[in-house]
């Protein structure tokens, strides 16, 4: 589509505003409860009805043979402003014995209850997300990424080489679709 010039500030398609990244976003969590990592990125949208488009990508370790365990699993949070906006669960697996989101079913289904698939220990896997709101405001976002176990002993896992990129992008004179 086109972009035309409406007036000094619409434009009637869409188009990038701003372009905001932290790079090298590393650090650990070994508790249940959501541990900020890496640096934070501050935007403030220059339009009410704007789209912040959050990508991130980084890689995840978990443990070695002294804090790492069998049927651990972690998560990844996206957080705008101390609010959690976006999680990815289940990292590195799945509990115990696994469950309706796991490859191998529930407890009594197709294998023996509280089966055990190895060890969560010296494994690293590679994350990532893409994620757009719409704050409806021109109030500053700060975005950040936090870690967090699902096991209550405080396993560890290890971010590295974590990029957070928000991106403001317009929206023009046209209406958004869709839930908002």
């Given amino acids: 589509m086109a972009l035309t010039k409406i007036t000094k500030h619409i434009v009637h398609g869409s188009m990038l505003i ?4 932290a790079a090298s ?9 959501d541990t900020q990592v890496g640096a934070t990125v501050a935007m403030t949208p220059q339009y009410a009805d704007s789209i912040l488009e959050n990508h991130f ?3 995840v370790h978990a443990g070695t043979t002294a804090n790492g365990g069998d049927g651990n699993h972690f998560r990844l949070a996206l957080y705008v402003n101390g609010t959690k906006e976006y999680e990815q669960t ?8 696994g469950h309706q989101a796991t490859h191998h079913g529930g407890n009594g289904n197709r294998v023996y209850a509280n089966s055990v698939y190895g060890y ?3 494994l690293r896997q590679t994350v990532g997300f893409t994620h757009n709101m719409t704050p409806g405001n021109t109030n500053a976002q700060t975005s950040d990424i936090r870690l967090a176990s699902y096991d209550a002993s405080g396993k560890t896992m290890t971010l590295s080489n974590g990029f957070l990129i928000v991106k403001e992008i317009s929206i023009g004179i046209t209406s958004l ?4």
């Fill in 18 to 21: 701003q372009y905001k990244y």
């Fill in 120 to 122: 969560l220990y010296n």
């Fill in 57 to 59: 990508s980084g890689d």
């Fill in 90 to 97: 289940e990292l590195m697996g799945g509990p115990r014995g």
């Fill in 177 to 180: 679709s869709g839930a908002q």
């Fill in 25 to 33: 976003i590393a650090g650990t969590s070994s508790g249940t409860a």
